[in-house]
Structures are given as C-alpha cells and as structure tokens.
C-alpha cells in the first residue's frame, strides 16, 4: 500500500507541473536571459551585484517578466550557457556581456537568426549589426579623461608611471587614449607594465618602479583594484608624500577617500559596473513598454573629484 | 678528490646567473630595499613549495593550494573582522586570527588527503576539485568583491609582513626557518626518509612496514598548514582578499619544485633546491621589471624559457652521471 502512494506522488507531481507550465505559457511571460562574466575581479563582483539587484527588482515589478542569470569563468561556459537557454529556458532576450569578442559572435548570432532580442554590454562583438542594442562604458573616454587630467593638473616635466591590465584590446584602447591626451604636453610617461587589474600583481609592480626610478610624480593605476596595490607598496616606501594616484572604475572604498580630499587620491574616473542595470533595465522596457530600445548607449566616463564624489558613493555595493 | 656533482649545481648556476645578469642591467637591483621585496613576495610561493615538496616527493599533488590561500586569507580575515568586537583591537585578536588560518590550513589539508588516501581518489582529481570549490567559497563569501580587514586590526597586523629586523623582514626570516626546518626534515628524520621511499616505490615502502597511507595524510596536513603560515604573511600585506587572491600560485609552486630539482614522479626531494626555484621565479619578473629588456607581452615567455633552460640544465647532467 504504502509503496503504491509513494509511487503516485511523483506522477502527481509531475501532472501538476505539466499543468502549471501550460498555465505560464497562457499568460505570455517574457524570458529574459543574462550571461555576465563571473565575480572573479573587483569590478565583476560589482557587475554581478548591480545585475542581481536589478533583476530582482525588475522581477517584483513586473509580474510576466522572468529572468535567467548564469555567469560563465570562461568563454566556452559562457557558450554553453546561452545554448542551455535557449534549448531549456525557451528565452524571448538575451543580454550578454562577451567575455570575450570572437568566441561569443556565432552563438550570439545564432539567438538573434531564432528571433530573438539581443543585448549586448561593454565588450563587442567581432561582427557589426547583430545586436539590436549595444550598452557600453567608453574604453577611449575611460584612457582620455585620465590622461587629460594629469596634463592640465601636473607640473611641467612631470613623470608618471602606468600600470597596465590583462593585455586586450580594451587596455589597448585606454592606454591609447591615455597616451594621445598627453602627447605634445611636456609629462613624460617612464614606465609601462602590467598589473593585470590585480592587487597582488600591481604591488609587485608598484615595488619595482619604486626600485626603478629614484622621481615618480604620478601613477596611472587605471583600475581600483590595482591601485590598492599601488598604494600599499608607496606606503612601504615611504614616498606618500612624493606621487599621486589615479585609478579607474569607483571603487567605493576610493571614492570615499576622494569624498574626504585625500591629496594622495585626487580624482577617479568612472567605468560604473552598473551599466549591466542599464543594459537589463532597457531591455526589459523592450517588453513592458511601447517605448522604443534598439540602437546605442554609451556611458560616458565621468572625472570624479571631491566636489562631485558623493554620487558616485554605492555603500552596499561589495565593489 | 671528490667530483662536483654538476647536476645538483643546476639551478644555482641560473640563480647565480641571473643575479649577476639583473645587477649589470640596473644598479638598483642590488639595493638592499630591493633585495628585502623580492625575498618577501617569495615568502608565499616559499613556504606553499617546501610543503609542495613533500607532497611531490611522496608521489602526489596539490593543485588546490592557490585557491586554500585564497580562502584561507578571507575566513582569517571575517574571523579577525568578527571577534573585533568582542575582544578588541589588538594583539590577541591578531593571533586568534593566525590560529585560525593556521588550524584552518591544517584542516584543509586533511581534507585532501583523506579524500586521496582513505577514499583512495587520484591526488589529481581531488585537488582540481577541491581547487574550485575553495575558489568559489571566497568568491562567494566575499559576494563577488573584497573582504578587508578592520582597519585598525590592520594598522597593528601591518609590521608582520612590513617589519622585521632591518631590512630583514618577518616573512624573509620565517621563510628562512620553515626552508631550514624543511631541509632537515626531509633529509635526517624517519619521516623524511618515508616520504622519499613511498614516492620510489610505495609497494615497496608497505612491505618495509611503513604506514604509507598515514605518511601521505601527514604530507598534504603539512602543506595545508605551510599554505595557513603563508596566509598569516600575506594578510598583512595588503589587508584584503578575494576571488583574485593566490591565482596560479599552486603552479608556481610546482614549478619551483621542479626546478629545485625535485622529480615529478616522486621519490626524490630537494628542500634547499625549490628554495633556489622560488628565488629564480621572483627574481626573472623583478629583473624584467627593473628593465626594459623586451614588451612586457612577452614576460610570460621569458619565464618559460628559463623554467625550462633551468631543468633542460639538470637533466643533461644526469644524462651524462
């Protein structure tokens, strides 16, 4: 007797469940699924937060709206990943942040020949005219409005050092940019090395310029993270006093030192991790409103200085 | 007349080598500010390869010990971040924090090892999984960011990795007596001697009533608690942890290893020689910094190169023994 009841019960449910699935497809829910990088750097532990948050709150807004969220440590899962939304998840939209370019175009573009709405965040694709809206940071603005800080700030003949990230085409653009704002000035770039956007990897570095060059008037850290490193290492050093430090990115804890005028942290120049929150957020208005979402956004990087550093302050933030 | 041994002179010839290389191209290099940051960023690899050396030695592997620094550094950190409370800002909460990095490294370790030796899995396969799930447990602690240590916990940790005796830091010391300590275990106790004979030949080492399953649990509790010492160094340097920490760390410590002269294989350990690999490794990418000898897209192939050159230089001597 009892066997044949336990042998019910998972039919029941299984009935219950067929059930329930043919009710949610009645009431037309829109599947949007999010593919991001996973929470391995400062700035990703960010992006995945502002991603988090704004699917939930999209999701107790709108009732018929559902998301997917998977994040992927490398390109093949992240492939892997959107494949299983669409055999398994039956999705409507995709926003998708490559982790890298090339990999991502085919299946990418193999969602928008289904008919589906695709998004895709900060890093391109390889070929033009997939995606029906691109949302993005500014690479070029992220490299130009630190390098044009420091050749309207610094005093003539300064000297500066560069930590540069993982090597992509993305640190080639910034630095690129950095490089064409200071050109012509009278500052001199000494050194360019790789921290690649590591804590660890720029004190490392930091400690070797340090060895390196006896005068040191500014460092380009050009990313928080590394900067963290990069002020580790000057306070070993004793030279505080002797360089400033501009990173890259808000990291609230040097946003709050710029808030505080910290003549070590003059400015920080913004690349907000919450662009994903703009990329669901359009995408999901795609859905619930009549207001039209293809084309381009491009979020401009901002100089943050004392006077302006509170708004860019995200306390509950973990970047 | 006793013949040099030219094999086991290997890589002291490349040390030798490139310490004269990176004092010719910057004179900075020998300054002794310089010399004291290279011996302290090779404190971590140090330390993690001396107990690496013991696990190889045996026959097995860790492929788990960059991700457990990771972890380990980050309960450290919210353990110290928690008891703040409680106990206050100072000494004793620091060394709780050091015993709970300590124990907590000794517990990992076991934890791979019994899973090699009692579940009877290839060290291999644990370690690439346990590898991911420490990784993840910070990442995931850290909810995708950085943990940080209390700030004034931190003002009062920071001489441990920044002080010492003059330039003499703590973690060149402590890398010091554990390399010392290793070298004699290794070579004049009975369980230097097990561990040798269970990596030539561990049916051999069973016969010979060696409990082979206890030495090799005892090898991986070794390195997880040198992986916990390694924590308590790098805590304060820069007060913080995350889903970046210790990448790659566990190949660098292998390759240290390999290049000390230590076979893969198993069955012969050189504790003075992964000294030697984990200085040569720090001092290829400070040299490398400290000139502008090539791009610096090809600093990962300079290293290569002369991680292979530097064992290619061992085995030509043996070939020819």
Same mark, same amino acid.
């Given at each position: 007797?009892?066997?044949?009841?336990?042998?019910?019960?998972?039919?029941?449910?299984?009935?219950?469940?067929?059930?329930?699935?043919?009710?949610?497809?009645?009431?037309?829910?829109?599947?949007?699924?999010?593919?991001?990088?996973?929470?391995?750097?400062?700035?990703?532990?960010?992006?995945?937060?502002?991603? &988090?948050?704004?699917?939930?709150?999209?999701?107790?807004?709108?009732?018929?709206?559902?998301?997917?969220?998977?994040?992927?440590?490398?390109?093949?899962?992240?492939?892997?990943?959107?494949?299983?939304?669409?055999?398994?998840?039956?999705?409507?939209?995709?926003?998708?942040?490559?982790?890298?370019?090339?990999?991502?175009?085919?299946?990418?573009?193999?969602?928008?020949?289904?008919?589906?709405?695709?998004?895709?965040?900060?890093?391109?694709?390889?070929?033009? %005219?997939?995606?029906?809206?691109?949302?993005?940071?500014?690479?070029?603005?992220? %490299?130009?409005?630190?390098?044009?800080?420091?050749?309207?700030?610094?005093?003539?003949?300064?000297?500066?050092?560069?930590?540069?990230?993982?090597?992509?085409?993305?640190?080639?653009?910034?630095?690129?940019?950095?490089?064409?704002?200071?050109? %012509?000035?009278?500052?001199?770039?000494?050194?360019? &090395?790789?921290?690649?956007?590591?804590?660890?990897?720029?004190?490392?570095?930091? &400690?070797?310029?340090?060895?390196?060059?006896?005068?040191?008037?500014?460092?380009?850290?050009?990313?928080?993270?590394?900067?963290?490193?990069?002020?580790?290492?000057?306070?070993?050093?004793?030279?505080?006093?002797?360089?400033?430090?501009?990173? %890259?990115?808000?990291?609230?804890?040097?946003?709050?030192?710029?808030?505080?005028?910290?003549?070590?942290?003059?400015?920080?120049?913004?690349?907000?991790?919450?662009?994903?929150?703009?990329?669901?957020?359009?995408?999901?208005?795609?859905?619930?409103?009549?207001?039209?979402?293809?084309?381009?956004?491009?979020?401009?990087?901002?100089?943050?200085?004392?006077?302006?550093?509170?708004?860019?302050?995200?306390?509950?933030?973990?970047? | +007349?006793?013949?040099?041994?030219?094999?086991?002179?290997?890589?002291?010839?490349?040390?030798?080598?490139?310490?004269?290389?990176?004092?010719?191209?910057?004179?900075?290099?020998?300054? *002794?500010?310089?010399?004291?940051?290279?011996?302290?960023?090779?404190?971590?690899?140090?330390?993690?390869?001396?107990?690496?050396?013991?696990?190889?030695? !045996?026959?097995?592997?860790?492929?788990?010990?960059?991700? +457990?620094?990771?972890?380990?550094?980050?309960?450290?950190?919210?353990?110290?971040?928690?008891?703040?409370?409680?106990?206050?800002?100072?000494?004793?909460?620091?060394?709780?924090?050091?015993?709970?990095?300590?124990?907590?490294?000794?517990?990992?370790?076991?934890?791979?090892?019994?899973?090699?030796?009692?579940?009877?899995?290839?060290?291999?396969?644990?370690?690439?999984?346990?590898?991911?799930?420490?990784?993840?447990?910070?990442?995931?602690?850290?909810?995708?960011?950085?943990?940080?240590?209390?700030?004034?916990?931190?003002?009062?940790?920071? *001489?441990?990795?920044?002080?010492?005796?003059?330039?003499?830091?703590? *973690?060149?010391?402590?890398?010091?007596?554990?390399?010392?300590?290793?070298?004699?275990? +290794?070579?004049?106790?009975?369980?230097?001697?097990?561990?040798?004979?269970?990596?030539?030949?561990?049916?051999?080492?069973?016969?010979?009533?060696?409990?082979?399953?206890?030495?090799?649990?005892?090898?991986?509790?070794?390195?997880?608690?040198?992986?916990?010492?390694?924590?308590?160094?790098?805590?304060?340097?820069?007060?913080?942890?995350?889903?970046?920490?210790?990448?790659?760390?566990?190949?660098?410590?292998?390759?240290?290893?390999?290049?000390?002269?230590?076979?893969?294989?198993?069955?012969?350990?050189?504790?003075?020689?992964?000294?030697?690999?984990?200085?040569?490794?720090? +001092?290829?990418?400070?040299?490398?910094?400290?000139?502008?000898?090539?791009?610096?897209?090809?600093?990962?192939?300079? !290293?290569?190169?002369?991680?292979?050159?530097?064992?290619?230089? !061992?085995?030509?001597?043996?070939?020819?023994?």
């Amino acid at each position: 007797m009892k066997r044949r009841n336990l042998l019910k019960l998972p039919m029941a449910a299984a009935a219950l469940s067929l059930i329930a699935s043919g009710a949610l497809a009645q009431d037309e829910t829109t599947v949007i699924g999010v593919s991001i990088p996973s929470a391995t750097h400062g700035f990703m532990g960010g992006l995945n937060w502002h991603a &988090q948050d704004t699917i939930d709150r999209l999701e107790a807004t709108y009732d018929n709206l559902d998301f997917v969220l998977s994040t992927a440590g490398d390109p093949g899962k992240q492939v892997s990943d959107i494949e299983d939304m669409l055999a398994t998840r039956n999705i409507d939209a995709l926003v998708v942040l490559p982790f890298e370019s090339e990999p991502l175009t085919d299946p990418v573009k193999m969602v928008k020949e289904e008919g589906k709405f695709v998004t895709v965040v900060d890093r391109g694709l390889a070929e033009d %005219g997939i995606e029906d809206l691109y949302v993005a940071g500014d690479n070029t603005a992220f %490299g130009r409005v630190a390098g044009e800080y420091f050749r309207d700030n610094l005093d003539a003949g300064a000297k500066i050092v560069v930590l540069r990230g993982i090597p992509t085409t993305l640190d080639n653009e910034r630095v690129d940019a950095f490089q064409a704002a200071l050109e %012509g000035s009278d500052k001199e770039i000494l050194d360019m &090395q790789h921290g690649n956007w590591n804590r660890d990897d720029a004190f490392n570095v930091m &400690q070797d310029y340090l060895a390196k060059y006896p005068e040191i008037d500014a460092v380009w850290a050009a990313d928080d993270d590394m900067a963290i490193g990069v002020l580790e290492a000057i306070a070993q050093a004793g030279r505080e006093d002797e360089m400033v430090v501009v990173g %890259g990115a808000g990291m609230k804890e040097i946003v709050s030192r710029i808030m505080e005028s910290d003549p070590q942290l003059p400015v920080n120049v913004t690349y907000p991790p919450a662009l994903i929150s703009s990329a669901i957020e359009m995408t999901a208005l795609n859905f619930v409103s009549n207001a039209p979402m293809t084309g381009r956004y491009i979020i401009s990087s901002q100089l943050i200085t004392p006077e302006n550093a509170e708004q860019y302050y995200f306390p509950d933030s973990p970047f | +007349m006793k013949r040099i041994d030219l094999h086991l002179l290997g890589p002291l010839i490349a040390l030798i080598g490139l310490f004269i290389l990176g004092a010719l191209l910057n004179p900075a290099f020998l300054a *002794p500010a310089n010399l004291s940051n290279v011996l302290a960023r090779s404190a971590f690899i140090g330390l993690i390869a001396v107990g690496m050396t013991f696990v190889i030695t !045996q026959g097995g592997l860790d492929l788990s010990v960059g991700s +457990m620094a990771a972890f380990l550094a980050g309960i450290t950190i919210m353990a110290m971040n928690a008891l703040v409370g409680v106990t206050g800002e100072n000494w004793g909460t620091i060394l709780l924090g050091m015993g709970v990095a300590l124990a907590g490294g000794a517990m990992a370790g076991y934890v791979n090892g019994a899973l090699i030796t009692k579940a009877r899995i290839e060290a291999f396969i644990v370690t690439l999984g346990t590898m991911g799930i420490f990784r993840s447990l910070v990442t995931w602690l850290a909810d995708g960011g950085t943990l940080s240590l209390d700030s004034g916990l931190r003002s009062i940790y920071r *001489p441990v990795y920044y002080g010492g005796i003059g330039w003499i830091t703590w *973690p060149i010391i402590t890398f010091a007596i554990v390399a010392v300590l290793g070298e004699w275990v +290794m070579r004049h106790t009975r369980f230097g001697r097990h561990v040798e004979a269970i990596g030539s030949n561990d049916r051999v080492a069973r016969y010979s009533a060696v409990d082979v399953a206890r030495v090799r649990l005892l090898t991986y509790v070794l390195l997880g608690t040198l992986v916990g010492l390694a924590t308590i160094l790098y805590v304060p340097r820069l007060g913080s942890a995350s889903g970046s920490t210790g990448v790659l760390w566990e190949l660098e410590a292998i390759a240290a290893v390999i290049i000390g002269g230590t076979a893969l294989k198993g069955g012969r350990g050189r504790v003075w020689g992964t000294v030697v690999g984990v200085l040569i490794l720090s +001092m290829i990418d400070n040299i490398l910094n400290l000139t502008d000898l090539v791009s610096p897209y090809l600093n990962g192939a300079i !290293q290569g190169v002369i991680i292979v050159l530097a064992v290619v230089l !061992q085995r030509e001597k043996r070939a020819a023994e």
